[in-house]
């Protein structure tokens, strides 16, 4: 099943309004990571964050590992913030290196 | 910040049909992934290594072959391409941590 549930699948705010988006894991992990997908497709890292929170500008990511929980915060929304938002849960292997399990993303839209 | 380009960036051929993606980084990371993207399913990972000559099996790796033919460069081969096959199709390097994404290459199987 899906190791990574993400939510909203889809947001609609005006501009200056924050957003919250959640992804809840259910395995172990080395880390969470987010992502930002523009609407042309590419893909820019966002945070890496294996515990606790930490910024980026208007960006916030928290990670409770005993929670199984990850959260993206956006404060102060622009309409350049629309596109997409993912998180990816990776798993360290042994003799296998490093995995990433995607989230199905979560599709936000910022009006003026 | 990391480099990684994917070639070609579209690509339209038929069932049956032999297609290769390229992808290279500049960076000298050790790992490198291959992911497709589809509506309803996210990023799913297809092959990954972690040097020339090193190949892991991801999680959707049917129909699909990789090489990893330098610390540089990273190949995906759909030797009998079929419409299923159809997707966004993204490469990405990373050292430890952070994984870098190319700019994606659009593939239609016909």
């Known amino acids: 099943g899906q190791q990574v549930q993400q939510s909203p699948a889809s947001l609609v705010l005006q501009e200056g309004e924050n957003a919250e988006l959640q992804c809840n894991f259910s395995?172990?992990?080395?880390?969470m990571q987010w992502f930002y997908q523009r609407p042309g497709g590419s893909l820019v890292s966002l945070f890496y964050?294996?515990?606790g929170t930490k910024h980026s500008g208007r960006l916030t990511s928290t990670t409770v590992i005993k929670e199984r929980r990850s959260s993206l915060h956006i404060s102060s929304s622009q309409t350049t913030d629309s596109g997409t938002y993912l998180c990816a849960l990776e798993r360290l292997q042994q003799g296998t290196g490093s995995k990433l399990s995607f989230g199905k993303g979560a599709k936000l839209t910022v009006s003026p | 910040e990391a480099a990684v380009t994917q070639s070609p960036r579209n690509k339209v051929t038929v069932t049956g049909g032999n297609v290769t993606l390229s992808c290279r980084q500049t960076n000298s990371h050790n790992y490198m992934y291959w992911y497709r993207q589809d509506t309803g399913h996210g990023l799913r990972l297809i092959h990954y290594s972690y040097g020339a000559g090193n190949l892991q099996i991801g999680d959707v790796p049917d129909g699909y072959k990789a090489t990893r033919t330098t610390q540089e460069d990273f190949f995906l081969l759909l030797e009998l391409a079929s419409p299923s096959q159809t997707s966004l199709y993204f490469c990405?390097?990373?050292?430890?941590?952070?994984?870098?994404f190319g700019p994606g290459t659009r593939l239609l199987v016909l």
């Open positions: 964050n294996p515990s």
């Open positions: 395995t172990s992990l080395n880390s």
């Open positions: 990405a390097s990373s050292h430890w941590d952070t994984q870098y």
